[in-house]
Nanobody, 120 residues
Framework: QVRLVESGGGSAQAGGSLRLSCAAS????????MGWFRQAPGKEREGVAV???????TYADSVKGRFTISTDNAKNTLYLQMNSLKPEDTATYYC??????????????WGQGTQVTVSS
C-alpha cells in the first residue's frame, strides 16, 4: 500500500519561508521520481519540483532559485523548502510519487494535499 502524507503547510507573508514534508510509505519511496505539485483555485494542477533516484532535480521556472526539493532516505521523507514566497505561490500542494517530469498525468500516487497561503 502506497501512502503519502504531507505536512508543513500554513500561512506566511510575502518574502517568508515554509517547509513542506511528505512522509512516504510502501513502495512510493523507491519509485523513480517523487515530487511536488500545486493547484490554486480556478487553475490547473502544475508541477513545482521533482527529484529522481539519480538525484536529478527539475523545477518549474516560477520557483527556480526560491524552492529546493530534497529527500531524507533514512526517514523516507520528501521535503520542499520554500523561500522568498510570493502571493502567487498560494495553492494546495501535493506530494506525488511513481512518475517522471512535471506533468501531473505522469504520476500514479498522490497525497491528500496541504494548503499554503501567502499574503502580501
Amino acid at each position: 500500500q502506497v501512502r503519502l502524507v504531507e505536512s508543513g503547510g500554513g500561512s506566511a507573508q510575502a518574502g517568508g519561508s515554509l517547509r513542506l514534508s511528505c512522509a512516504a510509505s510502501g513502495s512510493a519511496y523507491s519509485s523513480y521520481c517523487m515530487g511536488w505539485f500545486r493547484q490554486a483555485p480556478g487553475k490547473e494542477r502544475e508541477g513545482v519540483a521533482v527529484i529522481c533516484s539519480d538525484d536529478s532535480t527539475t523545477y518549474a521556472d516560477s520557483v527556480k532559485g526560491r524552492f529546493t526539493i530534497s529527500t531524507d532516505n533514512a526517514k523516507n521523507t520528501l521535503y520542499l523548502q520554500m523561500n522568498s514566497l510570493k502571493p502567487e505561490d498560494t495553492a494546495t500542494y501535493y506530494c506525488v510519487a511513481d512518475g517522471r517530469g512535471l506533468e501531473p498525468n505522469e504520476y500514479n500516487y498522490w497525497g491528500q494535499g496541504t494548503q499554503v497561503t501567502v499574503s502580501s
